[in-house]
């Protein structure tokens, strides 16, 4: 069944802790993302990475890091830096070309008590 | 930099009215546009795409026609029906920064009444 996995669908945590979030896909792509989505917000680029062992920061990667040890993962961690964690996080991913579409994940709705 | 403008909702509509949602955009280079469509808590699922001036994108009904002399890529539907209630994205890609993410409008939310 091929498509875009993250997990878990909702994850709760303490403040100060960091928490990883998982994104795992079997598209064969080669571009991954990282987006985050706020009400009324819209979606904000966090983090890409267009080839594996390389990422590039987004409009608002303070306070997360990511990594790409394989095509198939793109694993991101929210710091204890990241002022306002609370959110919906969406990894999409895409052939790497311009006027390809992105497909995205179910989405990992983060809160932080 | 770029950005994509859309109408903010909540928009209420009764079942089988036509539907626009306005989208316009600023690039620096030659984007694609592009429609999502978001139900609750799931993630985003592309709704029609278009690459190029002129081109018209359509699926499901909708349809958006990439307007480069107003930068605009509004998305209509004649006949909207109950199952259409959802929030809706436009964003863009450009050309000129690589393949580097999407940038999305903040979305209009769509109710659809029987």
């Known amino acids: 069944d091929g498509g875009i996995t993250q997990s878990p669908k909702y994850l709760f945590r303490k403040e100060g802790q960091n928490v990883t979030l998982s994104c795992e896909q079997n598209l064969n792509h080669d571009a991954m993302y990282w987006y985050r989505q706020d009400p009324g917000q819209g979606l904000r680029l966090i983090y890409y990475?267009?080839?594996?062992?390389?990422?590039q920061k987004g409009d608002i990667a303070e306070g997360y890091s990511v990594s790409r040890e394989k095509k198939e993962s793109f694993p991101l961690t929210v710091t204890s830096a990241q002022k306002n964690p609370t959110a919906f996080y969406l990894c999409a991913t895409s052939s790497g070309r311009l006027t390809d579409t992105q497909y995205f994940g179910p989405g990992t709705r983060l809160t932080v008590l | 930099g770029d950005s994509v403008t859309q109408m903010e909702g909540p928009v209420t509509l009764s079942e089988e009215a036509f539907l626009t949602i306005n989208c316009t955009y600023t690039a620096t280079g030659y984007p694609s546009l592009f429609w999502y469509v978001q139900y609750p808590g799931e993630g985003l699922q592309l709704l029609l795409k278009?690459?190029?001036?002129?081109d018209k994108g359509s699926n499901k009904g909708f349809e958006a026609t990439y307007r480069k002399e107003t930068t605009s890529f509004h998305l209509e539907k004649g006949s909207v029906q109950v199952s259409d209630s959802a929030v809706y994205f436009c964003a863009l890609s450009d050309t000129r920064g690589g393949a580097d993410g999407l940038t999305f409008g903040k979305g209009t939310h769509l109710i659809i009444q029987p």
């Open positions: 278009a690459t190029k001036a002129d």
């Open positions: 990475s267009q080839i594996v062992n390389d990422f």
